[in-house]
C-alpha cells in the first residue's frame, strides 16, 4: 500500500492506499480475489482529534468508490481510551450504522488487554453493528476469520507500516515481536538468535534505534501482566513467574515504575471497568 497524498486523494482512489490520523491509521488493501477489505490499526493513547480525523476517513465507506467489503480492526496495542475519543466514535456510528448495511460484510475487531480491552469489547453494546462482528485476541485468527486471502502478507505489511508510524526501527519492532510471542524465557542471547545477529549486534541495533535490550523486555513483561491480571484470576506471585520476574518484589517494583500503581490496584480496576 502507498501513503495518501493527502484527503482529497485519498477519497478520490482509497483502495491500495492508506492515510495516517496521529495514532492510527486507516487503509483500504488491494484486493485479493475480488474481495476487498479495508481496516483500522490504533496504538498508544489516540486523542479526540485522532478519532475526529479517523471518522472522517471513515466516511469513504459511503462513497461511490468504495465496494462492499471486509472490515478489519486492530486496537490491540491500544492503552487507554478517552472518554471524548470514545464520544466521538460512538456518535460517529450512531449516525452511519444504518447507511453501512450491506457495504461492509463482517468485521473482525482485535481488543486489547485490560481496561482498554474491556471498553472496546462493550463498544458494540452501546452501538448496534449493521453487520457481523467478531471480537479476537489474535490478529492471525481474525484474519482467518475474515478468509482473505494472503492475509499473511498483508498482516505483515500493516505491522511495517504500524512500526513507522511509531517510528520504531527495524529491529526494534521485530524484537518486541519476539518478546511477546516469548516473555517468559526471553534473554538476549535467545532474542539475538531468534533475529539472527549476534548478542553485540543486536544491542548496537537497538542503540541506534533509541532503546535497549532490558527496556525493551521490561515493556513485555508488563504489558503481558496487564493482561494476565484482568482476564485470568492467577494470583499476582504466579503472574510475577509466568513473566519471567525473579520474585514478587521485583514484579512489583517494575510494575509500578511503569505503570505508576501496584499490579492488584490495576487488577481491581480493570475488574471494575468490566
Not at 478520490?12 to 483500504?28: L, M, T
Not at 461511490?64 to 460517529?92: K, T
Not at 544491542?203 to 527496556?215: C, H, K, N, V
Amino acid at each position: 500500500m502507498r501513503p495518501a497524498a493527502d484527503l482529497d486523494a485519498f477519497f478520490a482512489e482509497p483502495i491500495g492506499r492508506y492515510a495516517s490520523c496521529g495514532s492510527c491509521f486507516y487503509f483500504w488493501a488491494d484486493p485479493k480475489n475480488g474481495v476487498h477489505l479495508s481496516g483500522t490499526v490504533a496504538w498508544g493513547r489516540p486523542s479526540e482529534a485522532d478519532v475526529k480525523k479517523l471518522v472522517h476517513l471513515y466516511e469513504v465507506e459511503l462513497t461511490s468508490v468504495a465496494p462492499v467489503h471486509l472490515s478489519y480492526v486492530d486496537l490491540s496495542r491500544v492503552e487507554a481510551i478517552a472518554p471524548a475519543a470514545f464520544a466521538v466514535m460512538s456518535a460517529y456510528f450512531a449516525k452511519y450504522t444504518p447507511k453501512l448495511k450491506g457495504l461492509i460484510s463482517k468485521q473482525a475487531l482485535i481488543r486489547p488487554p485490560g481496561i482498554a480491552g474491556a471498553v472496546v469489547a462493550g463498544f458494540y453494546e452501546l452501538v448496534a453493528a449493521a453487520y457481523p462482528v467478531k471480537i479476537f485476541a489474535d490478529r492471525k485468527d481474525a484474519f482467518d476469520w475474515l478468509g482473505y486471502a494472503d492475509g499473511d502478507a498483508l498482516r505483515g505489511e500493516l505491522e511495517r507500516l504500524h512500526g513507522a508510524g511509531l517510528g520504531l526501527g527495524a529491529t526494534t519492532r521485530l524484537l518486541r515481536d519476539h518478546l511477546d510471542a516469548n516473555v517468559r524465557d526471553a534473554s538476549i542471547a535467545t532474542a539475538a538468535k531468534a533475529l539472527s545477529v549476534s548478542e553485540r549486534t543486536l544491542q548496537r541495533r537497538l542503540r541506534d534505534e533509541g532503546t535497549a535490550f532490558q527496556a525493551e523486555l521490561n515493556a513485555a513483561q508488563v504489558r503481558a501482566a496487564k493482561r494476565l491480571l484482568v482476564e485470568t484470576d492467577l494470583k499476582v506471585t504466579a503472574i510475577a513467574l509466568e513473566i519471567g520476574c525473579a520474585s514478587l518484589q521485583h514484579f512489583s517494583d517494575l510494575f509500578r515504575k511503569l505503570e505508576g500503581l501496584p499490579p492488584s490496584t490495576y487488577r481491581e480496576r480493570g475488574r471494575h471497568h468490566g
